[in-house]
């Protein structure tokens, strides 16, 4: 297959898909549409695996007890199975299976919504009431009836190296996969997208915008009402040996002010713990772009140690490293993923809202299915990007 080289001005050579952003997103978008025998281009200004997204950081928690409603669910259950694939194909380990907790007040809403979706969707998980919760997770600090749903398949997924997986799978599978290249703007034609890059013009009968918190770079016009959040991943470390693999599952954490979620040791920087939600110390950005440089701050991890003395007592409350990330959070923290409403050619897959990595391969799935044949098994519906406007 002939490649798309740095430089290259504008070709006769029209792409079946292109893929702008190769964070996970992208990556696997590009990975899916290329075993679908497209073919596919897909570039990004850095290296896959980069720091300056929000595939980065070390670890992300896999769950299929999805508290953000049962379609997520069905994202999920799919995504294990393709993770697995993308191990298989790559011979990388990207998910750790060590179990996974939702803890919280019974009847609070969002532990309700996370046993429906698993008995929904068919997941398997074990009900800790109160003194099963203490007992076996003397971790954690509960408060007052908190219970656990005990998932057994949840665990730990390596965000660097699935991202890197799916662009080596991509490249197996014939897509041309660039770095260093930025697409500096889109321009609609009869017969597909141009993006005009800074290594040339590419041609494509469709466009993936995969760009994150860049997404109003490309298409302003659409004014999409993304936040753009820095969000700081704080390390703790503990002197008991009690917060490993074997014996701390990833957990969400939810009611008694104490929303919150923390993943095990797994690589010896120590227990990575994170506040929930838009908490008011993840400040706004206006450009994804002001994230990079700016080293995390006490007033960013202090609330996260406070939350570690309440939540997590075995840890030591100082933050030992921390390192800057960023969320993309829409008004009803529902992904966006579809047609740009009046360019048809061009999809977005955007607006994750802090817990897109689990879903990453069936979104990359759905949404190049979506791109190269007008529709997908998957439930994307609720997720059209002119949901935020009906009257465009
Ligand atoms: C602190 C934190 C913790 C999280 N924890 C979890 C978790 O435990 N579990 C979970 O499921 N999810 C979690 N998430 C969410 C998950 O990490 C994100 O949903 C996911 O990484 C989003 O990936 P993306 O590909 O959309 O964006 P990004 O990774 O930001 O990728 C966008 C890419 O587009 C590229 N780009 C930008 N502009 C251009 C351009 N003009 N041309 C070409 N390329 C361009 C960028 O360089 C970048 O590589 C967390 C998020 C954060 C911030």
New binding site residues.
Partial sequence: MSQFHAGESSTTRRYDLAV?????????VAWRAAAMGADVIA????V?G?R??????G?????TLCHEGVDYGVFARASLQIYRELEAATRTELLLQCGGLTIGPPGHPLVSAAAVTAETVGVAYERLDSAELRARYPQHAPMGKDIGLFEPTAGV?R?EAA?RAAVQASRAAGASVLSG????KLRHEADGPT?F?NAGVIRARKTVL??????N??VPDLELPLQV?R???CWFRDDTECHGTQNFP?FIRVGSGLDG?G?PDVDGRGVKV?LGGPHPS?RLLSH?DDNWGMHPVSVETAPVSAYVTKALPGLQPITASAEA????RTPDGHFVLGSHPRLADVVL????????????PAVGTAVAQYALHGRTDFPIDAFAPDRFDRST
């Fill in positions: 702008v952003g190769l964070g996970v997103m992208g990556a696997m570039l990004d200004p850095y896959p980069h300056r997204g929000a595939s980065h950081g670890s992300r928690i896999f769950r997924l965000p991202v290249v930025r697409c500096l993006l890059t995969a760009i994150g918190g860049w997404t770079d490309l959040r969000s700081v991943l990833v979620w993943i994170g993840k994804p990330c960023m969320d993309v897959c955007t607006g994750f809202s802090g817990h897109g990595f689990k879903h990453a």
